[in-house]
Nanobody
Framework: QVQLQESGPGLVKPSQTLSLTCTVS??????????WSWVRQPPGKGLEWMGVITYDGSTYYSPSLKSRTSISRDTSKNHFSLQLSSVTPEDTAVYYC????????????WGQGTQVTVSS
């Protein structure tokens, strides 16, 4: 079964850029009709979908975050990454990478999540 694992700094200062990487094992990020997403969960709140990069490299972002969000991939390493710029304490959350599968693009596999705190 595919495995996903998030990595990156656990603490980011306000105004800086949050950068995380998702390492995918036993599943190719270029495999047809999969998409690779970032989701976050602030403390005590629900899941918030942030964006996705598809198997062919297309990106889509939450309207509320698209101005600050960039998702990219490194197919040679089977990684995809998240960059969230100009962070504030409101961006403190557990960040997950998750796979979505067509045709409905429901989430079907998740990483364990990584805590990111935005604080000065």
């Amino acid at each position: 079964q595919v495995q996903l694992q998030e990595s990156g700094p656990g603490l980011v200062k306000p105004s800086q850029t949050l950068s995380l990487t998702c390492t995918v094992s036993d599943g190719s990020i270029t495999a047809s009709y999969y998409a690779w997403s970032w989701v976050r969960q602030p403390p005590g709140k629900g899941l918030e979908w942030m964006g996705v990069i598809t198997y062919d490299g297309s990106t889509y972002y939450s309207p509320s975050l698209k101005s600050r969000t960039s998702i990219s991939r490194d197919t040679s390493k089977n990684h995809f990454s998240l960059q969230l710029s100009s962070v504030t304490p409101e961006d403190t959350a557990v960040y997950y990478c998750a796979r979505m599968r067509g045709p409905l693009f429901a989430w079907d596999s998740w990483g364990q999540g990584t805590q990111v705190t935005v604080s000065s």
